[in-house]
């Protein structure tokens, strides 16, 4: 069984997003993939891995500004 956040993050894939994690520091960039335990952010300058356990909010940038 998958994260809850799994089925949003796999519709995600390839689209601009922020990231918040659990301990207030938010990430932008394009998620380039999801695996059943976490995505990996790439912000242009370097890749992040966040486990789906360290993440507060998923929202896709591209709803908010387009």
């Known amino acids: 069984m998958h994260h809850p956040l799994?089925?949003?993050a796999s519709e995600?894939?390839?689209?601009?997003v922020e990231i918040r994690d659990y301990y207030g520091e938010s990430y932008r960039?394009?998620?380039?993939?999801?695996?059943?335990?976490g995505v990996y952010l790439d912000t242009g300058s370097d890749g992040i891995f966040f486990p789906f356990l360290t993440i507060a909010s998923l929202?896709?940038?591209g709803s908010l500004f387009f």
């Open 6 to 8: 799994y089925r949003t």
């Open 12 to 16: 995600y894939i390839n689209s601009p």
């Open 29 to 37: 960039g394009t998620l380039e993939y999801v695996t059943p335990d």
């Open 59 to 61: 929202v896709l940038l």
